[in-house]
């Protein structure tokens, strides 16, 4: 069956960095575009950063310039490498693979705090 499982997130201070991977199984990876979705306490689930199949990158304006979306199709994972880390970036974070379906990983925690 299909498995997106994500890691690499935890409790950081402003300005440190975090790198979150997620590990997909079950697709053929290469085909799909892979976003990077978060749901801050309280507020609706937002998409952070996009990869196409053919690695194109988009981003929401908050995170431009900090945040870097990228993937390796032959780990069958997407990454998010996110750099000056603010209070704001509070959230649980979901990797979604999309082609003709979509599929959902677990989530992984991120909390900016000092």
């Known amino acids: 069956q299909v498995q997106l499982v994500e890691s690499g997130g935890g409790l950081v201070q402003p300005g440190e960095s975090l790198r979150l991977s997620c590990a997909a199984s079950?697709?053929?990876?290469?085909?799909?575009?892979m976003d990077w979705y978060r749901q801050p306490p309280g507020k609706q689930r937002e998409l952070v950063a996009r990869i196409t199949r053919g690695g194109i990158t988009s981003y929401a304006d908050s995170v431009k310039g900090r945040f870097t979306i990228s993937r390796d199709n032959a780990k069958n994972t997407v990454y998010l490498q996110m750099n000056s880390l603010k209070p704001e970036d509070t959230a649980v974070y979901y990797c979604?693979?999309?082609?003709?379906?979509?599929?959902w990983g677990q989530g992984t925690q991120v909390t900016v705090s000092s």
């Open positions: 979604n693979a999309a082609f003709s379906d979509s599929f």
């Open positions: 079950g697709i053929i990876f290469r085909s799909y575009t």
